[in-house]
């Protein structure tokens, strides 16, 4: 993954562990001091978040930990690699298409941003310009010729980048 979407994951974790959880924790708290906690919705709506925000920690911790970072603004982008910005044509419709190859978090795949997992990135990676390349899909075939390799920074392609507003449990 990029070093903004390493980022992104690390100010993720620290808001819901030092704001968020400790703010719905004291919601519990105070929902509970209101008497018979089997008919208390607010207590059991707290409750419910707790254990969305647990689970959340819970999967940014082992994404975090097992996250590889890589600064593609190092590579020279000679030959298709993570954070390369490829223009290619359809060779049997002559269209002309562009791809982005980020890490799987980071994908879009209606903003062009594929992750470096998917069948096109693969058949496409470590490829030069005017190389042509195969993609076998279930029912078909795809042939490409590449146009154009160059770096462009992974999130000023973005569209959809999630905010403080969207780490919380509503």
């Known amino acids: 993954m990029s070093i903004e979407g390493y980022d992104l994951l690390i100010e993720e974790f620290k808001y819901l562990l030092e704001k968020e959880k400790p703010k719905v924790a004291e919601e519990k708290l105070v929902a509970a001091?209101?008497?018979?906690?089997?008919?208390?919705?607010?207590y059991h709506a707290a409750k419910e978040k707790l254990r969305f925000i647990d689970k959340r920690l819970f999967y940014l911790n082992k994404v975090i930990?097992?996250?590889?970072?890589?600064?593609?603004?190092?590579h020279s982008h000679k030959k298709i690699s993570f954070g390369s910005t490829v223009k290619v044509t359809n060779i049997d419709t002559d269209e002309e298409e562009v791809y982005t190859l980020c890490g799987v978090l980071e994908s879009e795949p209606d903003n062009g941003l594929i992750s470096v997992h998917s069948p096109l990135a693969v058949a496409m990676m470590g490829k030069e310009e005017n190389d042509e390349f195969k993609v076998k899909l279930p029912k078909f075939t795809k042939e490409y010729g590449i146009l154009?390799?160059?770096?462009?920074n992974i999130f000023?392609?973005?569209?959809?980048?999630?905010?403080?507003?969207?780490f919380t449990f509503h």
């Open 33 to 42: 001091a209101h008497g018979d906690r089997s008919e208390n919705a607010d």
């Open 65 to 74: 930990q097992h996250s590889q970072i890589i600064d593609p603004s190092l």
């Open 148 to 152: 154009k390799i160059e770096y462009k």
């Open 156 to 166: 000023s392609l973005k569209k959809n980048i999630r905010t403080r507003k969207e």
